[in-house]
T-cell receptor
Framework: LAKTTQPISMDSYEGQEVNITCSHN???????ITWYQQFPSQGPRFIIQ???TKVTNEVASLFIPADRKSSTLSLPRVSLSDTAVYYC????????????FGAGTRLTVKP | DTGVSQDPRHKITKRGQNVTFRCDPI?????LYWYRQTLGQGPEFLTY????????KSRLLSDRFSAERPKGSFSTLEIQRTEQGDSAMYLC????????????FGNGTRLTVT
């Protein structure tokens, strides 16, 4: 299973765009990349998933370069309610029975 | 979609007692996962079911821990002879059977062992 590396913490201000990068140098051909968000006393919540290039939904965008050794979660115009821990997971495309989380990135949005 | 529900939300027990937690996954989801999370850490994988079959167990799941998923529906996680180190949030998640399906988490059971 590809190991992931993320910054431990990040600070931002309301209205700014936030980019959180995850490194996964040993990603395999069949691996996909998934990001989750977690608030205190809640379970993680799925944000976005991708395999290559760019994926966008109503919440975020995910940028994956051609070599797929990293990925960047982009949150447009963050608000105070986006303060949370963000996790990057890499798992096999055809077998997600081994979904292991790292320590995540603690994002703090300031007014 | 009523989401994943876990019961109880909080449990306080004395060291040495047994505790059991329940997870009700999203009804059409075949896969069910248990995780443990301590303060400031990411969720740690404990075990995983495909329908009623327990397919993988982490080394973290000592012989005091047992999980079941009878009939492939709800699941229970039992901890026998609890220790203070068992204090944590226990999270349950479910997903569809297809590879790559995202996990849907419940809000967990917070266990405190005194």
């Amino acid at each position: 299973l590809a190991k992931t590396t993320q910054p431990i913490s990040m600070d931002s201000y309301e209205g700014q765009e936030v980019n959180i990068t995850c490194s996964h140098n040993n990603i395999a051909t069949n691996d996909y990349i998934t990001w989750y968000q977690q608030f205190p006393s809640q379970g993680p919540r799925f944000i976005i998933q991708g395999y290559k290039t760019k994926v966008t939904n109503e919440v975020a965008s995910l940028f994956i370069p051609a070599d797929r050794k990293s990925s960047t979660l982009s949150l447009p115009r963050v608000s105070l309610s986006d303060t949370a821990v963000y996790y990057c997971l890499v798992a096999q495309k055809y077998n997600n029975n081994d979904m292991r989380f790292g320590a995540g990135t603690r994002l703090t949005v300031k007014p | 979609d009523t989401g994943v529900s876990q019961d109880p939300r909080h449990k306080i027990t004395k060291r040495g007692q047994n505790v059991t937690f329940r997870c009700d996954p999203i009804s059409e989801h075949n896969r069910l996962y248990w995780y443990r999370q301590t303060l400031g850490q990411g969720p740690e994988f404990l075990t995983y079911f495909q329908n009623e079959a327990q397919l993988e167990k982490s080394r973290l799941l000592s012989d005091r821990f047992s999980a079941e998923r009878p009939k492939g529906s709800f699941s229970t996680l039992e901890i026998q002879r609890t220790e203070q180190g068992d204090s944590a949030m226990y999270l349950c998640a479910s997903s569809e059977w297809t590879g790559g399906s995202p996990l849907h988490f419940g809000n967990g059971t917070r266990l405190t062992v005194t």
